[in-house]
């Protein structure tokens, strides 16, 4: 009875110990595809919305198929809203990278407060801590810049794109100065709006993002 016992115990042991190397391995495993993968959060305005154009023709639909294409196991969410502002990013961002937990935030605002002629140190405020507040949740920052039209004077102009060097250097993040730089003065790639790019001009906005966005994947 005694060595029928011992044997059980045996038999039950080298169960247990089979069942937990198993489930030891299946996390090690999931956990390595887990980290084999990337996300990408855009958070921008109408520019990275795809606005008053299918949203599979906007820069970062055809950035997600380019990195497919190219076997990048990126995963690319668009969290952009046209008409945002960065007070308005500023209140939904927390729960975008709670949600998504991406690798990298693509941080694309700024524009529509410029064209409110809103204050300056407002919006560098709000893109500092929407970088601030990215870092915390462990994912780095592109921060794209974007330039205004004239309308406010030549001083709040430059002061605004400033506003992006500034940023890059105090908050140590990578920065991509302009996204419209490619289709500059190019009025024939934009909307009747001379301000939203169209569907033509979003591969040269796509491979613009791609080139900063290379280095840090």
């Known amino acids: 009875m005694r060595n029928y016992i011992y044997g059980l115990l045996i038999l039950i042991s080298t169960y247990i110990t089979f069942n937990l190397s198993a489930a030891s391995e299946n996390s090690t495993i999931t956990a390595g595809k887990a980290n084999s993968d990337k996300t990408i959060l855009v958070f921008g305005d109408s520019l990275s919305a795809a606005y008053n154009i299918p949203i599979e023709q906007g820069w970062v639909s055809l950035l997600q198929n380019f990195l497919k294409t190219n076997d990048l196991n990126v995963k690319l969410v668009n969290a952009s809203i046209s008409g945002e502002t960065t007070s308005g990013g500023l209140e939904r961002l927390e729960k975008q990278l709670k949600l998504y937990n991406?690798?990298?935030?693509?941080?694309?605002?700024?524009?529509?407060?410029?064209?409110?002629?809103?204050?300056?140190?407002?919006?560098?405020?709000?893109?500092?801590?929407?970088?601030?507040?990215?870092?915390?949740?462990?994912?780095?920052?592109?921060?794209?810049?974007?330039?205004?039209?004239?309308?406010?004077?030549?001083?709040?102009t430059s002061r605004f794109e400033k506003i992006y060097t500034d940023l890059a250097q105090s908050d140590d993040v990578t920065l991509l100065p302009f996204l419209l730089e490619p289709i500059t003065n190019k009025l024939h790639l934009l909307q009747a709006d001379g301000i939203h790019p169209k569907a033509e001009a979003q591969p040269l906005l796509m491979k613009h993002v791609f080139k900063t966005l290379e280095s840090m994947l």
């Open 102 to 156: 991406p690798d990298i935030v693509i941080l694309e605002l700024g524009g529509n407060d410029g064209l409110r002629g809103l204050s300056l140190t407002a919006t560098k405020e709000n893109l500092s801590e929407m970088i601030k507040l990215s870092t915390k949740y462990n994912s780095e920052v592109l921060l794209v810049g974007i330039k205004i039209p004239p309308n406010y004077g030549r001083t709040y």
